[in-house]
């Protein structure tokens, strides 16, 4: 089995920036598309960005410009770069893949993201 596990979340004010990470517990070579997700209290999970094996990247309209999708190979690691970041984009964020040898796909357990002054 393959484990995803983020970090870099926090507490950050609007105008911020974060970095998360998404360590996987094997090559991420073997990954298909990874994403990022996430969601806000009362609302559904909801796709943010995603990452194909030949660097093609798609965003949710709302963050384009501000976050930036991009693999590490060599860390085994997929990073959701985040910038000018609003209270709206306050949620917890997950990341995922397709696990080509096992053809599943894997969730991480989250990390929080709060924007407040």
């Known amino acids: 089995q393959v484990q995803l596990v983020e970090s870099g979340g926090g507490l950050v004010q609007p105008g911020g920036s974060l970095r998360l990470s998404c360590t996987a517990s094997?090559?991420?070579?073997?990954?298909?598309?990874m994403g990022w997700y996430r969601q806000a209290p009362g609302k559904q999970r909801e796709f943010v960005a995603i990452?194909?094996?030949?660097?093609?990247?798609t965003y949710l309209e709302s963050v384009k410009g501000r976050f930036t999708i991009s693999r590490d190979n060599a860390n085994n690691t997929l990073y959701l770069q985040m910038g000018s970041l609003k209270p709206e984009d306050t949620a917890v964020y997950y990341c995922n893949g397709y696990e080509m040898g096992y053809r599943q796909w894997y969730w991480g357990q989250g990390t929080q993201v709060t924007v407040s002054s």
């Open positions: 094997g090559s991420i070579l073997n990954f298909n598309n």
């Open positions: 990452s194909t094996p030949l660097g093609g990247t």
